[in-house]
């Protein structure tokens, strides 16, 4: 099937506009384990309410949301009651063990005036090949948050398709942190559809490839309500004959008036067998917006590399330095010690 | 109620006169191999012109139609005039010789005049055929050439010629690059010797006047090594209501250590298809600049393309593209780094009006021997009203670590924080509104000589009322 679909399409010989993968879905869902606080309610299926009905777009697209949608299997959902500030996250941590094909649907909803952070950990019990889907669909009613952390830390044996979408009411904000620590080849999509007036989403992604590893990422947000806003803010090192794709979509639809968007990448490159593509697209149907985007390619800054090397230290201790400095820059965001010690525990096991 | 900023749509009564349908011959509608093979004998080409002509039309039929541009389903090549020959035979050197409904036709566009004052050379095509060509003194007696194709084709330069023709640009490239390989007709040739500088511009005006024709010309330019040049093209059409059909090509060598500024003044009429394909492969230290101005043609899919492959070799491309009532305007640029200190800066403007569509297209991509280049891209969109659109897809490619890559993207209208600026600096806010759009088009107009700054300012007549937003 062909995923992570770039809303308008440009030159096929660049080979970005899709990219064409084999999948088909395991008999069984992977167990995965969690600590639920007691605010949240686990149900089957995608909650209850006028979200539930919501059809939600997916940024690996439609090919393989329809996979997920046509298979019997359930839905892992979690909700939020309203005005329900839930204090401590809701822990997952999803371990692949000797499947080779495994998945997990999920579905989390934060009625109005709700609060939830869901860190999800995404490991492996051995480095035998195995392809890993997941799918997570989120419901964000108005001036609710939700917020998403996930660190993968796969092998280079591991394929890895990570879809996510998601519907904002007014007021509603998603802040998506996405830590990428490694996978063979990793699908990353996101579809944010900002419909409320005043929604925001912000997408963080950090990650750091080597070897013969290969990132695709697919990432849009869908603007609809006045006065909405997107960032999303991607960095990354890549070194040996890793691969990366970032596609951002800033698409602002008629209405939205007052809409702010931006994406900001940053890549640092280390070895000359790389490939970095960056397409990043702002489509724009609406007068009265605001999109931007920056992106600096490239190798370390010479002034940079100087006053590191005045101090003593050299080249290589330098760059290893800044690949740990750009994990670390997004993983500061997360709000948990315990998660942010496990990156670095990690870290100090790959770097 | 706020009182919007109007910016004025294109005047295009200046280009939009027509001299009666006069042509000495012209090939039925459609594309077969019959009508290549008369085009092809009309030219009097040689055996290997006729051969390629061919091959490019087997490649055409092979070829699909785009599937990521604006539509091109309402363009039917079954209803287009692939050839017309005006009512001449032969291009002449001396203006008193050309008809006098044609000569009045670059009268009016100002084309003899800009050649008396400021122009190295000039050559002007009416349909499908070349009607004028010369060249100042100075220039030719330096060993510049400036001809016709087919003219050049029966001189020395016929080696160099079939050595290159569709070789930087081949006819695989895309289906209507190889449409261009079956059906040209015209163009120009230019030749500007080793160490040769070229003082003033050279222009070609190219002139579609026949209802449902194609306009197909060739342009070959050749700047030999610390050799500099300035080529102007200009292109216009009378408005009709059937679609006519642009597809160009433009195949530029830049040697090492030379400079080529090539410039484009498009005022298309609305009903045309601009399928123009623009390619410049430059050499060590050679660089190209393209400096460009859209305000025409009904669709364009137009991206000129440079190919550095000497070490310090530098392309600059600077844009503006208007896109009014009626127009998808799909424009930008591809710049390939194939070697090391390699420099490439893309500066583009876009303003959208009245339902019109821009779409800023690009690719940069920086090889794996690409070692210490630099890119850097800027583009800015500005939106006017709130029925148009605007898009920007661009694309980078790095494969190699030691490169610098920049890219900047906005779009928008104007902030308000920049009005409260200027306002602050003593302007009214009318004067501040006024300011801004009429310098948003100044990337271009600066780069290009004063009188054709002039012309494409009279192109854009911007009236300041109230505020834009």
Known sequence: ?351 | MKEKTQVNDIDRSFYDFRNEDADAFKVDAGLTKDIVLEISKEKNDPDWMRELRLKCLDIYNSMEVPDWGPSLDALDIDNIFTYVRPNMRGMQNDWENVPKDIKETFDRLGIPQAERKSLAGVGAQYDSEIVYHSIRDEAASKGVIYTDIESALKTEYADMIKERFMKVLPPTEHKFAALHGAVWSGGSFVYVPKGVKVDFPLQSYFRLNAKGAGQFEHTMIIVEEGASVHFIEGCSAPKYNVANLHVGAVELWVGKNATLRYSTIESWSKNMYNLNSKRAVVEEGGKIEWVSGSFGSHISYLYPMSVLNGKGARAEFTSVTFAGEGQNLDTGTKIVHNAEDTFSYVNTRSISKSGGINTFRSSVVIGPDAHGSKSSTSCESLMVDSISRSDTIPAMDVRCADADVGHEAKIGRISDETIFYLMSRGLSETEARALIVRGFADNVSKELPLEYAVEMNNLITIEMKGSIG
């Open chain 1, 1 to 351: 099937m062909r995923i992570n679909n770039i809303p308008v399409r440009t030159w096929n010989r660049l080979k970005v506009n899709d990219v064409e993968v084999e999948v088909s879905l395991p008999k069984s869902l992977l167990e995965y384990t969690e600590v639920v606080p007691k605010e949240v309610d686990s149900i089957v299926g995608k909650g209850i309410g006028h979200l539930a009905d919501i059809s939600i777009r997916t940024g690996l697209g439609k090919e393989f949301d329809d996979l997920i949608s046509d298979s019997n299997h359930k839905v892992s959902g979690y909700v939020i009651s309203e005005n329900t500030d839930v204090k401590k996250p809701l822990y997952q941590t999803f371990e692949i063990g000797d499947e080779k094909k495994a998945l997990n649907i999920l579905d989390y909803t934060v009625e109005e005036n709700g609060n939830l952070t869901v860190i999800q950990t995404i490991k492996e019990k051995n480095d035998m090949p195995a392809t890993y889907l997941m799918q997570n669909k989120l419901r964000v009613a108005k001036n609710a948050t939700l917020t998403i952390v996930q660190v993968q830390m796969l092998s280079d044996k591991k394929t890895f398709l990570n879809d996510f979408g998601a519907h904002l009411c007014e007021g509603g904000s998603l802040n998506l942190i996405q830590i990428v620590l490694g996978g063979k080849e990793s699908y990353y999509g996101l579809f944010t559809e900002l419909e409320g007036p005043e929604s925001k989403v912000e997408a963080s992604v950090a990650y750091t490839m080597s070897g013969s590893s290969k990132l695709d990422m697919n990432y849009v947000a869908n603007h609809h309500g006045k006065n909405t806003e997107s960032n999303f803010n991607v960095s990354g090192v890549l070194k040996d004959r890793a691969y990366k794709l970032f596609k951002g979509t800033l698409d602002f639809h008629k209405g939205c008036s007052g809409a702010n968007g931006a994406e900001l990448e940053n890549v640092l490159l280390i070895d000359d067998t790389i490939t970095n593509k960056t397409v990043p697209l702002i489509l724009c149907d609406e007068e009265d917006v605001s999109g931007a985007h920056g992106a600096t390619i490239g190798k370390l800054r010479e002034d940079l590399l100087l006053y590191m090397k005045s101090r003593g230290i050299d080249e290589k201790e330098a760059y290893r330095i800044m690949e740990r400095a750009q994990i670390d820059a997004v993983a500061n965001k997360i709000d948990d010690k315990k998660t942010r010690e496990e990156i670095t525990d990690y870290l100090d096991k790959i770097l």
